[in-house]
């Protein structure tokens, strides 16, 4: 950590997790970053409750299919909405963020990022135009 | 320069910080096969599926593929190591005493195992039920 200079800024926070939410002058990749680990945040939250969630069908067809209704209304379509963006960003900034920590593309990693983005956001496009469609 | 400069960016530091025990290097690869299992459970569940949710019936059938079944389980397994690798890494970046990161491990190694069993169980269930 030696090429880690430290802060004389009094405005700036020293807590290396609240330096996530400080934008001033910060890169486009460090915010993507600290968005690809508030997103994984929400993933996980997710995941238990999804684990939670498939616990309906060991009730049967009548638990889950109720569930599916509840499923099928524009407020959860509209969540769908929110984890598919999480999803697609995370999965695609994390290709981004194995690539340079690995040390490889370290110089092109905002190229790298705008291109891994892009392709999350037609995929994120396509899947919500599906999601409300389907 | 006065203010906070990084040299490195961030993601070169939090890979540093866990390389030397293999920590991050699991965490990259099983959020690699995570990508591909992932987006496979996404289009099988979402969007090929008329109505974007399998039924009932509909999930039995899908969970009754020996394929499916143990791509499920390893989609269960690997999204829970690599979620929770992801939440020991932040825990990391708060800078926790030796004794607060010992209690995360353990906290998270709990939740992890019983998140897996459960996922195991419930999709050694849901075959049960559908054969």
Same mark, same amino acid.
């Given at each position: 950590?030696?090429?880690?200079?430290?802060?004389?800024?009094?405005?700036?926070?020293?807590?290396?997790?609240?330096?996530?939410?400080?934008?001033?002058?910060?890169?486009?990749?460090?915010?993507?970053?600290?968005?690809?680990?508030?997103?994984?945040?929400?993933?996980?939250?997710?995941?238990?409750?999804?684990?939670?969630?498939?616990?309906? @069908?060991?009730?049967?067809?009548?638990?889950?299919?109720?569930?599916?209704?509840?499923?099928?209304?524009?407020?959860? @379509?509209?969540?769908?909405?929110? @984890?598919?963006?999480?999803?697609?960003?995370?999965?695609? %900034?994390?290709?981004?963020?194995?690539?340079?920590?690995?040390?490889?593309? %370290?110089?092109?990693?905002?190229?790298?990022?705008?291109?891994?983005?892009?392709?999350?956001?037609?995929?994120?496009?396509?899947?919500?135009?599906?999601?409300?469609?389907? | 320069?006065?203010?906070?400069?990084?040299?490195?960016?961030?993601?070169?530091?939090?890979?540093?910080?866990?390389?030397?025990?293999?920590?991050?290097?699991?965490? =990259?690869?099983?959020?690699?096969?995570?990508?591909?299992?992932?987006?496979?459970?996404?289009?099988?569940?979402?969007?090929?599926?008329?109505?974007?949710?399998?039924?009932?019936?509909?999930?039995?059938?899908?969970?009754?593929?020996?394929?499916?079944?143990?791509?499920?389980?390893?989609?269960?397994?690997?999204?829970?190591?690599? =979620?929770?690798?992801?939440?020991? =890494?932040?825990?990391?970046?708060?800078?926790?005493?030796?004794?607060?990161?010992?209690?995360?491990?353990?906290?998270?190694?709990?939740?992890?195992?019983?998140?897996?069993?459960?996922?195991?169980?419930?999709?050694?269930?849901?075959?049960?039920?559908?054969?």
């Amino acid at each position: 950590m030696s090429d880690i200079q430290s802060t004389t800024d009094p405005a700036r926070p020293k807590s290396s997790l609240r330096a996530w939410f400080d934008v001033r002058g910060r890169s486009v990749t460090t915010l993507a970053f600290a968005l690809n680990r508030l997103t994984g945040v929400g993933l996980t939250v997710y995941l238990f409750l999804h684990l939670a969630v498939l616990s309906q @069908l060991l009730r049967g067809p009548e638990g889950w299919d109720s569930f599916i209704r509840i499923a099928r209304s524009p407020l959860f @379509l509209t969540l769908d909405v929110i @984890l598919l963006f999480g999803v697609v960003y995370h999965m695609f %900034n994390g290709i981004r963020v194995a690539l340079v920590g690995m040390g490889v593309a %370290n110089k092109q990693q905002k190229g790298l990022f705008y291109g891994l983005t892009g392709i999350a956001l037609i995929l994120f496009i396509v899947g919500a135009i599906l999601i409300y469609t389907k | 320069m006065e203010n906070t400069v990084s040299r490195r960016s961030m993601e070169q530091m939090a890979a540093k910080r866990d390389r030397s025990g293999s920590v991050w290097l699991i965490q =990259a690869f099983t959020g690699l096969l995570l990508a591909i299992i992932l987006g496979a459970h996404m289009i099988a569940h979402h969007f090929i599926v008329e109505g974007g949710l399998r039924d009932y019936q509909q999930v039995l059938d899908y969970v009754n593929n020996p394929v499916i079944f143990v791509t499920e389980i390893t989609f269960v397994i690997f999204a829970t190591v690599h =979620a929770l690798l992801g939440i020991r =890494a932040i825990i990391i970046d708060m800078r926790p005493s030796p004794g607060a990161l010992r209690v995360a491990n353990w906290a998270l190694g709990a939740l992890g195992t019983v998140a897996i069993i459960y996922g195991v169980y419930l999709a050694v269930a849901l075959q049960r039920l559908a054969g």
